[in-house]
Nanobody
Framework: HVQLVESGGGSAQVGGSLRLSCEGS????????MGWFRQVPGKQREGVAT??????ARYYAGSGRFIITKDGARNTLHLQMNNLKSEDTAMYYC?????????????????RGQGTQVTVS
């Protein structure tokens, strides 16, 4: 049973930092594609970053400010967010799937977390 649980969200000031974590259970994820997505109420969900089974990262938002990493030994995905901006305020979701190509849309992933709220002001 695959389960993804996000943590690390909260409130931060503009220019501050937050580190999101997504802990996976039920299996190992070192061969999986994992990603972060975010959504603001009333707006379309967007991709933030993905990391594939080789460790290659791709960024769709926060380029130069966000860093996605995967700790295969701990089945944990991280998103280090630096120099936060008010427009980074959103619900952040983790998603995962066993694919070699990481989709840019969250609906393409079979497994998704419940989200963690990030508020920047």
């Amino acid at each position: 049973h695959v389960q993804l649980v996000e943590s690390g969200g909260g409130s931060a000031q503009v220019g501050g930092s937050l580190r999101l974590s997504c802990e996976g259970s039920g299996r190992t994820y070192d061969k999986w594609c994992m990603g972060w997505f975010r959504q603001v109420p009333g707006k379309q969900r967007e991709g933030v970053a993905t990391i594939d089974n080789t460790g290659r990262a791709r960024y769709y938002a926060g380029s130069g400010r966000f860093i996605i990493t995967k700790d295969g030994a701990r089945n944990t995905l991280h998103l280090q967010m630096n120099n936060l901006k008010s427009e980074d305020t959103a619900m952040y979701y983790c998603a995962a799937d066993r694919t070699t190509f990481c989709p840019a849309t969250m609906t393409a992933y079979r497994f998704r977390g419940q989200g963690t709220q990030v508020t920047v002001s």
